[in-house]
């Protein structure tokens, strides 16, 4: 999730936020003030310069530090690139207003979903297959979106860090970040199964992916049998390895060192844990060798109470050396949940918090994030 978060969380709701919650979210003792806060923003090309200009304002005075902004969303660059479909040039145009605003801005990536209709042509076996063999080119998992290339593949590997290379070679850019690094859902948050029409109780073979020709020949030189027709504890564990690795392989010989070669930090949107990352994306982001983690703590779809997020912070802080930035969720949120919310992942030991999104925040969420925070210079 951040599920291509703008289609994905789409209709699921916002909270209203009244004025009583939001006193009652100024009460009570403050969680300790972080280094750094971040915001998703998703693409309003049709922006002017003086309203871009308004909102990062806002976004500073309200104890952000940096954006996150969709630049390339599997179909469309929002940049000058010389090898995607270009849509706009809103890279370009927020840079140098976000930097006037002191805000770092990122350029947030989808790694993993390609729609290009250049590459579903020319490469069908660069796409993940299912255990009941149906290409994600072609028959996607959820959504239409989801056509999640195979990151074991050689070609998919250098056609993702080609992208992060690209960005990288941006000079004003602070960094990158990496949104879908990852296989697609075998197992969605338990808030998510009614919408879906699902009960994942266990992973079921049209939700199980990483089984291209590809990969499979690969785990059979490795193993000597197919994954398809693996029947011990052993062999099974074993296949779980080899997609995790996959995309563990992708992110630390591939994209850290594109980004860190043009002296781009890189950072990544990942799923709780990492234990339910494992589990259900296939994401084993404790290995990952980035300059900072946003786990997307979104308990509204797991269908648990902001001390979920202390939690899952505090395992995130345990298994990296790196700082992590609490995701959170904020629309179903009202003004006194979002405030225990934020004070759940500092004190759980997060360096900062990230807001999904910007589109969503309102003159008394900002008020919220700016109380909790701490807001002001640094």
Known sequence: MHTGKRQFLKGLGAGVLGLPALARAFGGEGAPRPTKNWVWITPETDRSADAWKRELAL???????????????????????RRLPVKDGLLERILPLAHAAGLELHAWMWAMPCLIEDVLKKHPDWYSVNARGESAAEKPAYVDYYRFLDPARPEVREFVRDTVRELAAIAELD?????????????????????YGVVQDRVHPQFDYGYSPYSREQFKKRHGVDPLS????GDQEAWLQYRLDSVSELVNEYL??????????????????????????RQDWSRWKLD???PMLYHFFYEQPPGWVEAMTREAVAAVTAPVYSGLYVPPLDAAELRRTIDAAL?????????????????????VLKAAVGAGPR
């Open 59 to 81: 976004l500073r005075q309200s104890g952000v530090n940096a954006v996150v902004a969709e630049i390339y969303d599997g179909r469309h660059a929002y940049f000058a690139s």
């Open 175 to 195: 960094g990158v970040h990496l949104d879908y690094i990852r296989h697609p859902d075998a197992i969605l948050p338990k808030g998510l199964w009614s919408r």
């Open 230 to 233: 693996l029947r011990t504890p």
């Open 256 to 281: 850290v060192p594109a980004a860190h070669e043009k002296g781009k930090t890189i950072t990544a949107a990942v799923f709780p844990g990492p234990s339910l990352a494992r589990q259900m994306v």
């Open 292 to 294: 900072a983690f946003l």
């Open 347 to 367: 004190a759980g030991g997060a360096a900062g918090i990230s807001i999904f999104s910007a589109a969503a925040m309102t003159p008394e969420r900002w008020a």
